[in-house]
Each structure stands twice: as C-alpha cells, then as structure tokens.
C-alpha cells in the first residue's frame, strides 16, 4: 500500500491518498479539502482500475452534496449508478478529476510512453465541485522515462510538464500541485 499527500500550489487545499496495487488491479482511495474559483468543497473518492491500469469505476462524494458514481465496461462504455449509458463517455479509458494530480498517474501508467513519445487519449473529465462530466482530448509525451512528462489538455490548450516518482505518482504539477509526503 502506498500513500502520498499533496497542496495546492496557492495553499488553499491538501489531498491524502492511499493506492493499493495487487494482482486483481488497482484501488485509490482519497480525501481533498479544496477551493475552485473561491468556492470550497470537501471531496471524497475512489477510482478502481483493472490490471491494466484501464479504470473500471469512479465513485466521487461531496462533504454535505452531491456523489457521482461512474462504470466503465470492457468495451469502454460508461453508465451512472442506476445503469444509465454515458454515451458521451464512450472510448474514454482515464478519468481526470480537477481536484487532484492523482488522475495524472492513470495514463501515465497505463500508455508506458518511451522517450519522445506521445500519445492523444480521451478521458471523462469531471470539474469539481460542479461534479460536471464531459469526454475530453489530452495528451502526454513522455520527456524522461519514468520522471517526466509533459500534459495537454487539447480542448483548453493548457500544458505543464509533470514530473513523478517511480510510481508514476505527482511530485510536482507546477502552479498547481505539489507532493508533500
């Protein structure tokens, strides 16, 4: 089992993670205490992942709100909590959350990029705490195998080079996120 802490680069928000890694797949557990556009939120979740590193469900909570409960299935359609198809969703394999550099990790564990390459992938981008979902285009090139890559958010044209450990968890997002433990 494997830990990791990170603030928000303003001081306004902390995160603590736990991931588990076993032959079955992946669980991460999380808790954020943070603020969006002056707006603050508690925020609980877990992501399950297969061994493949491919998410299979994403179970989000609100302190005192909203929860959002998300499936993923092998041929990569998504449904809510009542079974409901997200066909907006379709194809997307990762999941990025606003509130965290967790969500980072996902693709970047799971394409195993080599130096200079890069890689376009859709994700269910969820904004929080709106807990508004929509499919969204990145990318990721790998800059140092295992230590950096560089992330697009090919809607926004957004881009930061993210550096991580050997777990591919975030050591630093810049402007963002920072780990602290």
């Not at 928000?13 to 076993?22: A, P």
């Amino acid at each position: 089992m494997k830990s990791a802490r990170w603030s928000q680069e303003d001081g306004t928000g902390l995160e603590h993670l736990v991931m588990e890694v076993s032959g079955k797949g992946v669980v991460i557990e999380s808790a954020v205490v943070g603020e969006s556009d002056a707006q603050t939120f508690g925020l609980v979740y877990r992501i399950e992942c297969d061994g493949r590193w491919q998410v299979t469900r994403l179970a989000l909570k609100l302190a005192g709100g909203a929860a959002l409960d998300l499936h993923r299935d092998d041929h990569d359609a998504w449904r809510d909590a009542n079974g409901t198809p997200l066909d907006a969703l379709r194809g997307c394999i990762d999941v990025d959350l606003t509130a965290t550099p967790f969500t980072n990790t996902l693709p970047i564990r799971r394409l195993a990029l080599v130096r200079g390459e890069r890689r376009v992938i859709r994700v269910a981008y969820v904004r929080v705490p709106e807990l508004a979902v929509n499919a969204a285009e990145q990318a990721y090139t790998c800059i140092e195998p295992g230590r950096r890559y560089r992330y697009e958010g090919l809607d926004t044209g957004f881009t930061a080079e993210i550096t991580v450990d050997a777990d591919g968890l975030v050591l630093d997002y810049p402007d963002l996120f920072k780990r602290i433990v």
